[in-house]
Nanobody, 121 residues
Framework: QVQLVESGGGSVQAGGSLRLSCAAS????????MGWYRQAPGKQRDLVAV???????NYVDSVKGRFTISRDNGKDTVYLQMNSLKSEDTAVYYC???????????????WGQGTQVTVSS
């Protein structure tokens, strides 16, 4: 079984920063990618950032230049550094363990519990 434990959520002022962490344990394969999703109230859950097993990253346009996804050398922990936060970033953020598909799209497999990020303006 796979377990994803998230931490780092909270409330910050607009323009501030927050760093989310997610530690994965269990049946993690070397080709697993990891990603972060977010879901605001009444909206769908959208992919924000993804990092492949080789360290290649992709971001949704709205967070490019502000957010950075990274993972440790053992590929068991993923981070999301969020800078220059906006009120529009307010959402529940979910880490995910998955796989990169041949098309380049991300295939989600296992979900974290989610952590609330609130940005005040």
């Amino acid at each position: 079984q796979v377990q994803l434990v998230e931490s780092g959520g909270g409330s910050v002022q607009a323009g501030g920063s927050l760093r989310l962490s997610c530690a994965a344990s269990g049946s993690i394969f070397s080709n697993n990618a990891m990603g972060w999703y977010r879901q605001a109230p009444g909206k769908q859950r959208d992919l924000v950032a993804v990092i492949s097993s080789s360290g290649r990253t992709n971001y949704v346009d709205s967070v490019k230049g502000r957010f950075t996804i990274s993972r440790d050398n053992g590929k068991d922990t993923v981070y999301l550094q969020m800078n220059s936060l906006k009120s529009e970033d307010t959402a529940v953020y979910y880490c995910n363990l998955g796989i990169m598909l041949p098309s380049g799209r991300y295939g989600p497999l296992h979900w974290g519990q989610g952590t609330q990020v609130t940005v005040s303006s």
